[in-house]
């Protein structure tokens, strides 16, 4: 599979459960055992506010290449239904960093899990655990 040739969609919806799945093991692995718990927790880092947060943090502090920049970029553009409680440049900057985690969980896995620390550390650096 060449993933510089999947849409911004495509990239998105691989990113969203790839990003998820990895912020609930780092959750399970924190000790959370409590299904509640751990969703109200999982929330303060995948949610489109979150998610809007940490890239414009990592755009800030020039984390990405130029290539990453593209494809975040691409998802961006991505045309949506609107989602709860976002304006839409929160809901463009979340859909950009979907389609970044779901590029770097297929081309550099190495690399969508420095990004995935870098969130988890923002998120509890501005948020609290």
């Given at each position: 599979?060449?993933?510089?040739?999947?849409?911004?969609?495509?990239?998105?919806?691989?990113?969203?459960?790839?990003?998820?799945?990895?912020?609930?093991?780092?959750?399970?692995?924190?000790?959370?055992?409590?299904?509640?718990?751990?969703?109200?927790?999982?929330?303060?880092?995948?949610?489109?506010?979150?998610?809007?947060?940490?890239?414009?943090?990592?755009?800030?502090?020039?984390?990405?290449?130029?290539?990453?920049?593209?494809?975040?970029?691409?998802?961006?553009?991505?045309?949506?239904?609107?989602?709860?409680?976002?304006?839409?440049?929160?809901?463009?900057?979340?859909?950009?960093?979907?389609?970044?985690?779901?590029?770097?969980?297929?081309?550099?896995?190495?690399?969508?899990?420095?990004?995935?620390?870098?969130?988890?550390?923002y998120i509890e650096e501005t948020n609290g655990k």
């Amino acid at each position: 599979m060449d993933v510089k040739l999947l849409n911004g969609n495509v990239l998105a919806y691989l990113g969203d459960s790839y990003y998820e799945h990895q912020i609930r093991s780092y959750l399970i692995n924190t000790g959370l055992t409590k299904l509640n718990d751990l969703h109200k927790q999982a929330i303060k880092y995948t949610s489109g506010k979150a998610q809007a947060k940490i890239i414009t943090s990592l755009l800030a502090n020039e984390v990405l290449n130029q290539e990453e920049l593209n494809i975040y970029k691409r998802g961006r553009n991505i045309t949506v239904k609107n989602k709860k409680h976002l304006n839409i440049s929160e809901v463009n900057a979340s859909n950009g960093f979907e389609a970044l985690i779901g590029y770097l969980s297929v081309k550099d896995t190495k690399k969508a899990q420095s990004i995935i620390e870098y969130a988890i550390t923002y998120i509890e650096e501005t948020n609290g655990k």
